[in-house]
């Protein structure tokens, strides 16, 4: 069973900055991927970094220029790094990775950016 727990979400002003944490546990094998996805209020879950373990990262276009997603293999964890955050940034964040043929989920952890 495998298991991935966020942190690093919270409360921000507008303009701040924030890391999220994820780390995989349990009986994992290969990582083929792990990446960032979140959801507002009312809207789809969405995308937005997923950084294969080959291959090129591919970021949402709201997060170019902004977010930066990290690996640290030795530690099956995954990093996103969120800077000049805004208000329509503010969802729950979820942590994926894709284990084999199998896709895995996050509880999420909540990120705010009000003033």
């Known amino acids: 069973q495998v298991q991935l727990v966020e942190s690093g979400g919270g409360l921000v002003q507008p303009g701040g900055s924030l890391r999220l944490s994820c780390a995989a546990s349990?009986?994992?094998?290969?990582?083929?991927?792990m990446g960032w996805y979140r959801q507002a209020p009312g809207k789809q879950r969405e995308l937005v970094a997923l950084m294969p373990s080959g291959g090129r990262t591919n970021y949402a276009d709201s997060a170019k220029g902004r977010f930066t997603i990290s690996r640290d293999n030795a530690k099956n964890t995954a990093y996103l790094q969120m800077n000049s955050l805004k208000p329509e940034d503010t969802a729950v964040y979820y942590c994926y990775a894709r284990i084999g043929n199998l896709g895995y989920w996050g509880r999420g952890t909540q990120v705010t950016v009000s003033s």
């Open positions: 349990g009986s994992i094998g290969a990582i083929n991927a």
